[in-house]
T-cell receptor
Framework: DAGVTQSPTHLIKTRGQHVTLRCSPI?????VSWYQQVLGQGPQFIFQ???????GRGNFPDRFSARQFPNYSSELNVNALLLGDSALYLC????????????FGQGTRLTVV | KQEVTQIPAALSVPEGENLVLNCSFT??????LQWFRQDPGKGLTSLLL?????REQTSGRLNASLDKSSGRSTLYIAASQPGDSATYLC???????????FGTGTRLLVSP
């Protein structure tokens, strides 16, 4: 079975632009979460979606939004990019919410110039 | 608010040594604790998940222990190899299970 897949793996954007990151969870997993990781830090929570509904939101500005599709894949959108948005964006999937193991994708490296 | 701390921030050892990585958390009311490995610029690989009812979990040369009352977990790596070089992160879920709270990681370098 394929693991969590994210696309693209790398991208470079200009300040003020918009970006869409994509994530496909492990087959059978219904929960997808997004994290931002800057160099030297642990991942910081952005969103959790379960059964296509937002279940949690971290301390990020409204420029960040996400959604989950009927096939449980997910998109993270960031508007009006800032230099500080440069980071590794990680997607995690789990079978359900609650006391369950999380599996991460390889990440999308976003560079804002 | 749950906070997770990992000590040391970096560790360098010669090949073959046994080593211990530490993780501490401020709120002992956790349901589980997960250890991850991260290679530079890559995603996270799940190593071990310990449920709150467990004291230890083993996978190959890795052994993780959990002491909820003291707010601590340790990851023991036996007979370290250069391929073990990576950053190791621990994480616990928040009360509502919406998110994982991560430590900042321990960067391990195993020299041949």
């Amino acid at each position: 079975d394929a693991g969590v897949t994210q696309s693209p793996t790398h991208l470079i954007k200009t300040r003020g632009q918009h970006v869409t990151l994509r994530c496909s969870p492990i087959s059978g997993h219904k929960s997808v979460s997004w994290y931002q990781q800057v160099l030297g830090q642990g991942p910081q929570f952005i969103f959790q979606y379960y059964e296509k509904e937002e279940r949690g939101r971290g301390n990020f500005p409204d420029r960040f939004s996400a959604r989950q599709f009927p096939n449980y894949s997910s998109e993270l959108n960031v508007n009006a990019l800032l230099l500080g948005d440069s980071a590794l964006y990680l997607c995690a999937s789990s079978h359900r919410t609650g006391n369950t193991e999380a599996f991460f994708g390889q990440g999308t490296r976003l560079t804002v110039v | 608010k749950q906070e997770v701390t990992q000590i040391p921030a970096a560790l360098s050892v010669p090949e073959g040594e046994n080593l211990v990585l530490n993780c501490s958390f401020t709120d002992s009311a956790i349901y589980n604790l997960q250890w991850f490995r991260q290679d530079p610029g890559k995603g996270l690989t799940s190593l071990l998940l310990i449920q709150s009812s467990q004291r230890e979990q083993t996978s190959g040369r890795l052994n993780a222990s959990l002491d909820k009352s003291s707010g601590r977990s340790t990851l023991y790596i036996a007979a370290s190899q250069p391929g073990d070089s990576a950053t190791y992160l621990c994480a616990v879920p928040n009360t509502g299970f919406q998110k994982l709270v991560f430590g900042t990681g321990t960067r391990l370098l195993v020299s041949p």
